[in-house]
């Protein structure tokens, strides 16, 4: 039986994921998450940011000061940034966004999904 268009429209896409996954990019991606995940700095870290980040938003909320917090905040943020693993990791993950977005913008203007129907 052959296969329908939608069949092979979608067989395409798994052959591009695939091929994304094949990337040097995507295995460095994959590499450096392993090892950020296995860092306790890292961990650490972000932990921290989460906490003062729920701290900040319930403060916010009742209408409470925050400038000590934030200020704690971004010290955290900033000690984060300093480590060159997860500097590396947020770029090889920007690269891998902007991949997705060039894709998604490609289809967009193809099919250009944005325009009205006309009447």
């Known amino acids: 039986m052959a296969k329908s268009v939608n069949e092979q ?8 994921i695939t091929e994304i996954k094949k990337s040097d990019d ?11 995940e296995r860092n306790q700095k890292i961990k650490t870290s972000v932990q921290h940011i989460k906490e003062f980040q729920k701290e900040l938003v319930k403060r916010e909320h009742l209408h409470q000061d925050t400038s000590e ?3 704690k905040w971004h010290k955290e943020v900033e ?22 977005q060039e894709i998604k913008s490609r289809l967009e203007s193809y099919f250009d999904f944005n325009q009205e129907k006309e009447s």
């Open 26 to 36: 995507f295995q460095n991606y994959k590499y450096l998450t392993e090892k950020l």
């Open 79 to 100: 000690t984060l940034q300093q480590i060159p693993l997860y500097q590396d990791w947020i770029t090889t993950q920007e690269k891998l966004n902007q991949y997705c």
């Open 69 to 71: 917090l934030l200020e």
């Open 9 to 16: 429209i979608l067989e395409k896409v798994d052959e591009l």
